[in-house]
C-alpha cells in the first residue's frame, strides 16, 4: 500500500528545500494564478502547506488545501495548518457536492496515480470549478530526455505525462481546453540566469533534431511542465 510512504515521505528524504524555493513558489503565483485575490482555491496534495502560504502573503483569503501524510501536514506553518484537511484527495473531490473553485491546483500530484484512478479524479475536479475556472498543474514530462529522472525518483509515481497525454486525459474527462509550459530555468539571480542561458543555448541542439525527425521543433522537452485545464 502507497499511503506508507506517503507519511514518511520528509524523513524518507523526498521532501527537499533550499534556498530559492520561494522564489519558485512567487512565480508560479505572480505567472499562474488569478489575479482576483479573492478567488476561491484548493490546493490537492498541499504538502507542508508552502504554497498556500506564499498565496496568503499574496493576500489570497480564500484559500484551503487537502493533504494526505500527517508528517507533511505537521510541518505545515500554524496559520496554514488549519486550511488543510487531512484526507484522500480522490475521496473529497468524489464527495464535494455544492463547493465551487475558481482554481484547484495539482502541483506534483497527478503522476502518484494510476490512469484507472486519473479519470474519475480529474472528472470530479472538472465538475468542482466554476465557470471559465481552471485546474493548475505541474507534472515530470516523459517527452524530455531526462524525464525518467523525475518520473523514477520517487517509488510512488505511477504515470508519466507528455503535453498530448495531458490533452488526450483532460479534455476526455470534460476539460475544453488545456496550455502547457516549459518549466525551465528562472532568471532571479546572476547564477540562475546563467543557468538559464545555458539551457536555452544547451538545448538547440535537441530541438533541431526535433525538427529533423517530425518537422517542427514545436515541443516541450524540460523534465517537468506546468499546465492549465480550462473548465
Known amino acids: ?22 522564489k519558485y513558489l512567487k512565480f508560479i503565483i505572480k505567472n499562474f494564478f488569478p489575479k482576483n485575490t479573492n478567488a476561491e482555491i484548493l490546493e490537492l496534495g498541499s504538502g507542508c502547506g508552502e504554497l498556500l502560504s506564499e498565496a496568503s502573503l499574496f493576500g489570497y ?6 493533504e494526505i501524510s500527517s508528517e507533511m501536514h505537521e510541518q505545515a506553518p500554524k496559520n496554514i495548518k488549519n486550511l488543510i484537511c487531512r484526507r484522500d484527495i480522490r475521496e473529497i473531490m468524489r464527495t464535494e457536492k455544492s463547493k465551487k473553485y475558481d482554481m484547484i491546483i495539482a502541483k506534483d500530484v497527478l503522476e502518484h496515480f494510476s490512469l484507472k484512478e486519473l479519470g474519475p479524479l480529474c472528472k470530479n475536479i472538472h465538475r468542482c470549478l466554476k465557470k471559465n475556472g481552471y485546474l493548475l498543474g505541474h507534472v515530470p514530462n516523459g517527452f524530455s530526455i531526462w524525464g525518467g529522472s523525475v518520473f523514477w525518483s520517487d517509488i510512488t509515481h505511477q504515470t508519466n505525462f507528455t503535453e498530448k497525454t495531458l490533452n488526450q486525459l483532460l479534455k476526455t474527462e470534460g476539460f475544453k481546453k488545456v496550455e502547457v509550459f516549459e518549466d525551465f530555468p528562472k532568471d532571479w539571480s546572476l547564477k540562475s540566469f546563467i543557468r538559464r542561458l545555458i539551457w536555452i543555448v544547451g538545448s538547440l541542439p535537441f530541438r533541431l533534431l526535433l525538427a529533423a525527425e517530425t518537422g517542427t521543433p514545436k515541443g516541450k522537452i524540460t523534465q ?3 499546465f492549465k485545464a480550462y473548465s
Open 61 to 66: 483569503k480564500k484559500i484551503k488545501g487537502v
Open 224 to 226: 517537468n511542465i506546468f
Open 1 to 22: 500500500m502507497l499511503f506508507k510512504y506517503y507519511e514518511n515521505y520528509i524523513s524518507s528524504g523526498q521532501k527537499i528545500k533550499n534556498v530559492t524555493y520561494k
